[in-house]
């Protein structure tokens, strides 16, 4: 049976310039369908790394590889689905506070 989950990723480790400060972070939101919890975050992860490594935010990162950790997995309800398109793309960058 497929499930369909939301995954929130956190990614750290990159550098992409700014107006302002450098972003070293993002949060992402992956909207899934999988068999399993374990392979919806497989499959997120997979998605961000191809957009980092391959995709285009290759050329604007001078960072590092993102290191990816999960925040959150959640099973998504029916009605949630109903309202909701997946989501295999977008970010939300926070930036250097230090610099």
């Known amino acids: 049976m497929m499930w369909k989950y939301s995954i929130v990723v956190e990614g750290t480790g990159i550098h992409v310039k700014s107006d302002e400060k450098p972003m070293i972070g993002f949060y992402a939101n992956r909207k899934l ?17 191809e957009d ?9 990162n001078t960072g590092s590889a993102p290191m990816l950790r999960v925040e959150s997995i959640t ?11 997946s989501q295999k793309s977008g970010y939300v960058f926070y930036p250097d506070t230090d610099s």
Not at 52 to 60: E, K, V
Not at 75 to 85: D, G, H, K, M, N
């Open 52 to 60: 980092w490594m391959h995709g285009g935010y290759r050329d604007a």
């Open 33 to 49: 369908w999988t068999s399993r919890a374990e392979a919806a975050i497989d499959k997120a992860k997979a998605l961000i790394l």
């Open 75 to 85: 099973p998504v309800s029916l009605v949630w689905l109903l309202l909701t398109p």
